[in-house]
């Protein structure tokens, strides 16, 4: 919001300023590592949890 705001007129009124595009790019680039790593968390989350459901890691009913 605070980002959308600085874009317009009224975010100078309240004393927002443009971040520099390197910072823009680097907060960028946090959020999709972090969507990558939470993806890739729940997919190994799922096929673990498939794993147990399905008789556990050594055959064994649970």
């Known amino acids: 919001m605070a980002c ?3 874009l317009t007129p009224i975010g100078h009124v309240f004393g927002f ?3 520099p595009p390197i ?3 680097a907060m960028l ?3 999709l ?3 990558a790593a939470a993806e890739l968390a729940k997919i ?3 096929r673990r949890d498939l794993t147990f459901q ?3 890691l050594n055959g ?3």
């Open 33 to 35: 590592a972090y969507l």
């Open 4 to 6: 959308a705001l600085a």
């Open 17 to 19: 300023d443009m971040l």
């Open 44 to 46: 190994q989350f799922r």
């Open 23 to 25: 910072i823009v790019v």
């Open 29 to 31: 680039a946090v959020s």
């Open 60 to 62: 064994e009913a649970i």
């Open 54 to 56: 399905r008789g556990g």
